[in-house]
């Protein structure tokens, strides 16, 4: 499976974005659709953090507190694609946003990157105060 993130840029604090990914590369039978897809951002110098996740099963969302409210995460399965709505951009969002694909059944640790069996190059987002 590879996926393929874009759709970041250069905005203002107060503006919005929605970077998008795409699945592909599925094998014979199946399909996005059973995976959770997921969002995860590193800035310079710090760790790879949990933006978000939606789940494959019951469409379910979890997201990082400080992100909870500006952003959302939707799924277009038959197009295999998955996007990042973010508004009300902050300074302090602007980093490297990687999308992700969980096969795992559970949601125990689904904010853990070590639940991600797939991942995109990652798109850049900045942030201007």
């Known amino acids: 499976v590879q996926l393929q993130a874009s759709g970041g840029g250069l905005v203002q604090a107060g503006d919005s974005l929605r970077p998008s990914c795409t699945a592909s590369?599925?094998?014979?039978?199946?399909?996005?659709?059973?995976?959770?897809a997921g969002w995860f951002r590193q800035a310079p110098g710090k760790a790879r953090e949990f933006v978000g996740v939606k789940s494959y099963r019951d469409g379910r969302t979890w997201y990082a507190d400080s992100v909870k409210g500006r952003f959302t995460i939707s799924r277009d399965n038959a197009r295999n694609m998955v996007y990042l709505q973010m508004n009300s951009l902050k300074p302090e969002d602007t980093a490297l946003y990687y999308c992700?694909?969980?096969?795992?059944?559970?949601?125990?640790?689904?904010?853990?990157?070590?639940?991600?069996?797939?991942w995109g190059q990652g798109t850049q987002v900045t942030v201007s105060s």
């Open positions: 590369g599925f094998t014979s039978g199946r399909t996005f659709g059973i995976y959770s």
């Open positions: 992700a694909a969980s096969g795992y059944y559970s949601y125990s640790d689904i904010s853990s990157t070590i639940k991600y069996n797939y």
